[in-house]
Structure formats: C-alpha cells, structure tokens
C-alpha cells in the first residue's frame, strides 16, 4: 500500500510547465504488438530537465534511459533519484515534469509483464519486476519522437504488455564470419529494443574457434584461424578461394563486458560449443582428439566434415570438460549449447577406439554413441549446476536427462521430444534461418539457400506447428537463426537479420491472435526512420512486386502480380519493355498465350519505388498440356506434375518451388498433347550441383507414342557438362506424335570421392520443353 501510495502522490505533484508550444508525438508504430494500447491526444516531452526517479534495484534500468536519451539528444538527464524504500514522498521542484520506474507485484501479474502509462505531466513504468521495467523502456525508445535540438516526444497512452513465450532468442554464427565486439553490443541492444531475451553465442565451429580457453592456448593461436576462404556458393566449381588468413577470437575479458552488456538489458547469453561433430577447427590444434590423429586443417569452405571428436577416447571429454569449466565461469546462463548437430559417423566406424567404446558400453551403433557422448557431456553440465541444449540431432540414439531440444529439421524433433516430457525451442530451418534468401529476384547477393521471406516468418507459429495440444506446455518458445557462410560484412549481416527478426519477435512477443501481417508491414514501414538512426542496413524488399501463376491451360497460363502494400500501383509491359509511368496498371490477372518476359515496376505516393520486377514465361507445345507421373516427387522438391509444364523456368538457386526432385528413383512421365502434332525438339532442364548432392541423370530419354500406350525412342541425351543448369535441347527430325514420355534415369547412389559419398543422390528436373 505504501508503494501504490507512493505512485498517486508522484501523480500528483510532477506536473509540466513548458515554457514555449511543442509539437504533438506522432502516432505509434510498436512492434511487437503490446497485449492493449490505448492512445489519446496528450503528449509527454523528455528534455535534460526531466526527473528520473526509481524503485531500489531499478537503478540499472535509469542508466540504461539515460543513455538512451544521450544517445538521442547529446544532452545528458539529471541524476537519477532513487524512490525511498519506505513508501514516503520525494520532494519535487515546481513545474519538473519526470520519468517513474516502478516495480509492483501487486498491480502487475507477471515475469516480464509491465504497464506504461504517459500523461501530460509524467511516464510511468510499473512492472512486476526489473525485466519487466526494461521491455517498458524498449516501448518508450519506440514511441518517442525527437522535436527540436534535446526534447523528445511521446504520444498519451495507456499500455499493457506481458509476452506469450518466456523464451524468445536470436542466434549468431561467429565462427565462419567473426564479428567484432561492437557489433556484438549493437546486437544486444537491438534484440532488447524488441524484447528478444536470450543470445545464442554459436562460438565455434569447423571454421574457426572463437573463444578463448587459457588452459588451451592453440586453440586461439591454431584454431580461430583459416588460412583462405571461399569465394561465392560451395556449389559453384572449381571452388575459389581469396588467399588471405582469416580469423580471430574473442578474449575472456571481451566475452565478460558481452555478457555484462547483454546482463544490463536483462538478456542471457547462451554460448555454443559444438560437439562431437562440427570440430574441424580445433582437431587442427590438438589432432590427438580425433580418430585418425590427423593432420586436420580447419576448414576453408562450407559444410559438413567427416573429422570429429573422438568418442572413444578419454582425453576428448578431459578436453571438452576443462573447456566448458571455463566457458561456464564467463556465462552464468542456465543453459550451455553443445550442439550435437550434423555429426557424421564415418570415422567412429573404421575407429578401434570408438567400436571398442560401442562394446564396453553395450551400445548398439554409433547413433548410440552420439547418445552417449551427449549423455556423458549433459551429465558433467548438470553436476556444475547448468542444464544443456542441443539441437535435434540429440534426440539420435536417446535423449539426455534433462536436455532441452532446438529443433530445427522441422517439428517432428520437437514432437518427440516434447512426448518425452523434454522442452522444446522451435527454430525451424524453413520458416526462421535468416541465411536463407528473402526475396527471389536474382540481384540478391549469394545467399545459403532457401526461401524464407518476412511474411513466411510472421506465418509461423510454433504451437500451430507442434499440433498436438498436450505438448504446448513443452514448447519454451522460439528463436531466428543467422549462420554466416555467406554474411561477410556487417551490411548484408544487418541485410538477412532485419526486418525479420521484427517479424520473429512479434511472433514471440505478441498473443497469438495478434496476426494482420499488411498492418505489421504498416507498423514496419513506419518504424525504418528508427532503423536508419540506428545504422541498421535493413532490407526493404517486404514490398516489393511478386507473382503467381494463377491457372494453367493447354497453351496458355494466368500471372498475377501482387505488392503487400494494397495502396500501391503496379504499372507493367510483356513485350520486356522498361515499364514507366504510362504503362499499364495491373488491375486483373495476365492471360499469356505466347513466351513473354513480364515486367513491372511499383508506384507508391505517384513515386517509382523499389527493385525492376521481371520474370520470363516459356509457352511451347508442353505448357499446359496433361501430365501423368510414375512415381510422384520424394524429396523436399516437390509438388503437383504440372511443375513440369507450367512454362517457369526454375532457377539455379532452387529455392522457388519449380525444382521436382527424386530420390532413388527415376522420373518418369507422359504427355498428352491432346491431339497428334508436329514437333521437331525436345527437351528438359536438369539441375548438377554434386556439393548439394544433386545429380544430372545418367541418361536423358525422349519417347513417342500415338494411342499412350506403344513407345518409340525419339532422343537421349547422355552429356550433361555444366555445372548448375543442363538446358537440354534436342532438335528431332520431323515427327507427328500425341504422347510424349520423358524418362530421367537417377544416378542412384554418390560413389566415393564425391560429396556424400554413400547416401543417394537428387535427380532435379524442371521444364520439359516441346516444340
């Protein structure tokens, strides 16, 4: 009672005189999304004479605002007064206006719950706790608007906000691109500014080792260390390289102040040390770790290693033991990240060590001794009082005691971890990996793959995901992933991170009702003067022109084009003209009857913006026509028959859902032209990528018919010499024919040497071309 009395008698006597009119805040544009929000017409003005005061223990959170305020205004606020403990009233000069950090777990309910309320004559932030007083800060750093030289302006409203997962986080790969501390910090601050409260630190992989461990000292001097790294895509042969020494480390004193900043903005910091797989790195350093002794190199390029830890060797887990007893002084956090993804098997089965490990142990193959070394590995963590994490490949061979699961290969990890009464993080590969591709016009930069644009990431929802609603209670919360094969500045870091960790953060944040992806697109858009004065290189393609093909017909295909921003105009041309301001406005679906190269540009407030869209459409005697499978697709590149024929070329990036991909079987289909005609080529497009395991068929072959039934040879093609897309052509003599059948012989499985040697290989086909 002392403390709500406390608050009322604050009420009362902080009031504003401004001596000169000032212009109202502006409307406001929150992300994530508060539980409720209720703006009026008042406004509160922040100027170097506004009192701060706070609750005992909230001193962190008023130095924290005052910084904010330096930062915005170079003008610094007047020394925080901090609230008497005993309830009783501060003494205020007349006329100060003031800023009140409050905690109360009376009028607030919740962890991290806080309520804001700015009036004329002061802000309030009452919060159930210190966590809760930050998230309340973050909210004014969006609200308030600079006016004039040191005065900040923030709009009347009422807030109340608590969040819908108690875990919401951000990743970093630091081990194929290092990041210096500052941008670390610029980081940490950005992932509170949203209300994200825990930083996964991926701090080594087979690319370098980026923490240092005193007691190992070759692990900063050998390991954090490559001597040259690839240039563009792994699939792109020759692999190139750039010739220079690449590395680094971050030392134990720059590791604290991380963890020191990140502690301030209430934010955890979960290291990642990668194990049993993923240590190319540090077998370089001390080869004894692994099976064959080596020598190792750390690696150059990008993917998986058959070089691991040895699992049966003691003086892996001595190793791995004195790390994580130095890596647990510098991180205080509950949770220690070990990994435990991608780990190849191979050297295990050929180690006498490792089979001799599998016999003393009873294990039954080496997916059990991936369980046991994460078993041992979880069981040294827990005695030192922390718990681990480890991405879905944990669950291989059975699940460590009290192990808390990542999952990213899909849900199925999730469920069955969730099934065994495990908590579950979801950070899915296709919805939240922000290496992926964003957009699909060819001017982005090389990127890992996929296709994960900001409105897939709003989309995604991780109880809808988990299905089955008696494991909700296990889902912790969800987290975005930034790996950095392909992130080698800060500006395409910042570029594939923002705006979709927004999108992950309101996911994370806001109730799930909340779900109007155009008005968070809105509330984007308003919030890029924030991000500019933050120097952060968002990408700005959330807007841009995209397109659909609506229906399909024999000789002919519906394309629709469409912008998030319903109020723009699309002006376009099919002749591949420029488009300009007196093209025409797309209002209805194009009907293309012929090959066309469409292209449209997009006008918002009457002014040109963004990228040229443009796509071409092949139609030839196939497009449209009926088609008929063997075997459907197996693969993650699948989807209906019709693929085949729509008249879109796939890409070589593989990422836009035109690829039909088969595993261990061949492709197989028929055409029906519908009536006999005259054709003189045939043709297909095949995708050879061998470091994505993607292989050109053996053979090629083209087939006639005339009742669907009897089949005669036409054409084979056998030679399939470039790298990336095979645009086969066969010119044909003469023949009249109804039914066509293409078959695409699989190459089956990768021989030795080769880049996953031993698993099958992919057959990708797209466009079959008849003319």
């Known amino acids: 009672m002392k403390k709500l009395l406390l608050v009322f008698i604050l009420t009362g006597v902080c009031n504003i005189t401004m001596s000169q009119r000032k212009e109202a805040a502006a409307k406001a ?61 501060l003494p205020l000069k007349n006329g100060s206006n003031c800023i009140v950090l409050h905690t109360d777990t009376i009028l607030v309910k919740q962890p991290e719950e806080y309520l804001l309320h700015i009036t004329k004559e002061q802000v309030t932030i009452t919060a159930y706790d210190a966590t809760g007083i930050i998230h309340g800060i973050a909210t004014l750093r969006q609200l308030w608007q600079r006016k004039g030289v040191a005065t900040l302006a923030l709009p009347g409203a009422v807030i109340r906000d608590y969040p819908r997962f108690g875990y919401r986080g951000m990743h970093l790969d630091v081990s194929r691109h290092f990041f210096s501390v500052d941008f670390i910090k610029q980081f940490i601050d950005q992932l509170a500014l949203y209300k994200i409260n825990n930083f996964h630190w991926h701090l080594t992989d087979d690319q370098g080792w980026r923490i240092e461990i005193k007691k190992y000292p070759k692990l900063q001097s050998v390991a954090a260390w490559r001597n040259q790294t690839m240039i563009g895509h792994k699939k792109e042969l020759p692999h190139q390289f750039d010739g220079k020494k690449y590395g680094g480390f971050y030392t134990t004193e720059e590791v604290k102040a991380v963890v020191a ?30 099976c064959t002794k080596g020598p190792y190199k750390t690696a150059q390029f990008w993917g998986i290693f058959d070089d691991v830890f040895c699992a049966g060797n003691d003086s892996t887990f001595t190793f791995l033991q004195d790390v994580l007893d130095e890596v647990m002084v510098l991180f205080p956090s509950t949770y220690i990240h070990i990994g435990g993804d991608e780990c190849p098997k191979v050297r295990w089965a050929h180690c006498s060590a490792c089979q001799l490990r599998i016999k003393q142990e009873h294990l039954a193959d080496e997916h059990e001794l991936q369980s046991y070394f994460i078993r041992r590995i979880g069981k040294y963590i827990n005695s030192k009082g922390r718990k681990i994490i480890g991405w879905d490949e944990i669950l291989e061979g059975g699940l460590a005691p009290g192990a808390t699961v990542m999952s990213w290969r899909g849900v199925e990890g999730a469920v069955t971890a969730a099934k065994q009464q495990h908590h579950v993080i979801m950070t899915p590969e296709d919805e939240l990996y922000f290496d992926h591709y964003q957009s699909l016009y060819p001017e982005e930069k090389t990127a890992a793959g996929g ?19 008696t494991l909700l209670p296990y889902i912790a919360g969800m987290q975005g992933q930034v790996w950095s094969e392909y992130l080698n500045t800060v500006q395409q870091a910042q570029y594939m991170i923002f705006p979709r960790m927004l999108a992950m953060a309101e ?134 028959a019709s693929l085949l024929v ?86 044909v003599k003469p023949v009249k024919t109804r039914y066509i059948k293409v078959l695409a012989r699989n190459k089956g499985v990768i021989p030795a040497g080769e880049y996953g040697a031993g698993g099958n290989s992919q057959l990708l086909v797209d466009e079959i071309n008849i003319d």
């Open 29 to 89: 544009a929150l992300i994530p999304l508060p539980v409720t929000a209720a703006y009026n017409t008042d406004s509160f003005f922040i100027t170097p004479h506004t009192q701060l005061l706070a609750d005992p223990g909230n001193e962190g959170a008023a130095a924290l605002l005052q910084g904010y305020f330096l930062e915005q205004t170079g003008k610094a606020l007047p020394s925080t007064v901090t609230l008497p403990a005993n309830g009783q009233a």
């Open 261 to 290: 900043y990140a502690a301030a903005r209430h934010i955890n910091v979960i290291p990642e040390i990668e194990m049993p797989g993923h240590a190319l790195a540090a077998l370089t350093a001390y080869p004894e770790l692994g």
């Open 451 to 469: 296709y994960t644009p900001l409105e897939e990431v709003y989309d995604y929802d991780p109880l809808r995901a988990a299905g089955d609603t």
């Open 507 to 640: 996911r994370a944040w806001s109730q799930s009702s909340v779900r109007d992806y155009p008005d968070f697109c809105k509330r984007l858009k308003a919030q890029q003067p924030l991000l500019q004065q933050l120097h952060i290189n968002a990408a700005r393609n959330f807007e841009e022109i995209n397109y659909m093909a609506d229906s399909l017909a024999k000789g002919q295909l519906y394309i629709s084009l469409h912008s998030s921003d319903s109020t723009a105009i699309i002006r376009y041309t099919t002749d591949g003209s420029m488009p300009g301001a007196k093209s025409s406005i797309y209002k209805k679906p194009i009907l293309l009857t012929k090959s066309s190269t469409i292209k449209a540009v997009l006008y918002q407030a009457h002014q040109r913006t963004n990228r040229l869209f443009h796509q071409s459409f092949s139609i030839n005697k196939a497009t449209g026509a009926r088609i008929t499978l063997k075997q459907a697709s197996n693969t993650k590149y699948t989807g209906k």
């Open 646 to 731: 729509n008249g879109i070329a796939a890409s070589n990036r593989y990422n836009d859902q035109q690829w039909l991909g088969f595993s261990n079987r061949d492709l197989e289909a028929v055409i029906d032209l519908g009536s006999e005609q005259l054709i003189h080529q045939v043709g297909a497009n095949c995708l050879n990528y061998h470091w994505q395991k993607m292989w050109p068929p053996t053979a090629l072959e083209f087939e006639v018919s005339a009742d669907g039934v009897h089949f005669t040879p036409l054409a084979t093609a056998t030679s399939f010499p470039v790298n990336g897309i095979n645009e086969i052509r066969l010119p």
